[in-house]
């Protein structure tokens, strides 16, 4: 069973820096990418950041420059930096990892449960 745990979200005001910390714990076999998605009220959930467990990294251009990835492979850890946070940052921050449950099964998509971010004066 693999679980992905989030935390760090939180109430941040314009222009402030939060940062956001996931973990998979259970059994498994390795973890290849992991990244992290925000869904807003009303709208689908995005793309914010991916990291590989080479630590090749991709970032939606509405955070690159503010936002950095990163992740403690021994750990199977994954963090999200995020400065200079505006309003529309606000959202659900959820937690993706690419887990293989064994060695003879293929990668899963797991999911955390979501933390909440806030940003507002």
């Known amino acids: 069973q693999v679980q992905l745990v989030e935390s760090g979200g939180g109430l941040v005001q314009p222009g402030g820096s939060l940062r956001l910390s996931c973990a998979a714990s259970?059994?498994?076999?390795?973890?290849?990418?992991m990244g992290w998605y925000r869904q807003a009220p009303g709208k689908q959930r995005d793309l914010v950041a991916t990291i590989t467990n080479y630590h090749n990294t991709n970032y939606a251009d509405s955070v690159k420059g503010r936002f950095t990835i990163s992740r403690d492979n021994a750990k199977n850890t994954v963090y999200l930096q995020m400065n200079s946070l505006k309003p529309e940052d606000t959202a659900v921050y959820y937690c993706?990892?690419?887990?293989?449950?064994?060695?003879?099964?293929?990668?899963?998509?797991?999911w955390g449960k979501g933390t909440l971010v806030t940003v507002s004066s």
């Open positions: 993706n990892a690419a887990v293989k449950p064994t060695y003879y099964s293929d990668y899963g998509d797991y």
């Open positions: 259970g059994s498994f076999f390795g973890v290849y990418a």
